[in-house]
Nanobody, 120 residues
Framework: QVQLLESGGGLVQAGGSLRLSCAASGRILSIDTMGWYRQDPGKQRELVAG???????YYGDSVRGRFTISRNNAKNTVYLQMNSLKPEDTAVYYC??????????????WGQGTLVTVSS
């Protein structure tokens, strides 16, 4: 079984920064893609950023230039550095891992989410 545990959410003022972390646990040999999504109540979950095991990155339009995703393959951990935060960034942020090879083959593993609140 593979589990994801997020940390680093909290309350920050507009213009501030936060860093989210997500660690995958279990018997893991490799993870193809790791990423972050977010969801506001009443809205659909949206892509924030993703990163492949080769280091290729992609971002949602609303965060490009402000957020940076990175990962440590040896630690099966992904990070999201969020700068210049805006009130509209307020949401629950979810970590995702796809194509996980370990004691099985897992698609779309999700963390429990961490709340980010940006005050104006």
């Amino acid at each position: 079984q593979v589990q994801l545990l997020e940390s680093g959410g909290g309350l920050v003022q507009a213009g501030g920064s936060l860093r989210l972390s997500c660690a995958a646990s279990g018997r893991i040999l490799s993870i193809d893609t790791m990423g972050w999504y977010r969801q506001d109540p009443g809205k659909q979950r949206e892509l924030v950023a993703g990163i492949t095991n080769g280091g290729s990155t992609y971002y949602g339009d609303s965060v490009r230039g402000r957020f940076t995703i990175s990962r440590n393959n040896a630690k099966n951990t992904v990070y999201l550095q969020m700068n210049s935060l805006k009130p509209e960034d307020t949401a629950v942020y979810y970590c995702n891992a796809d194509r996980v090879v370990g004691d099985g083959y897992y698609r779309d593993v999700w963390g429990q989410g961490t709340l980010v609140t940006v005050s104006s």
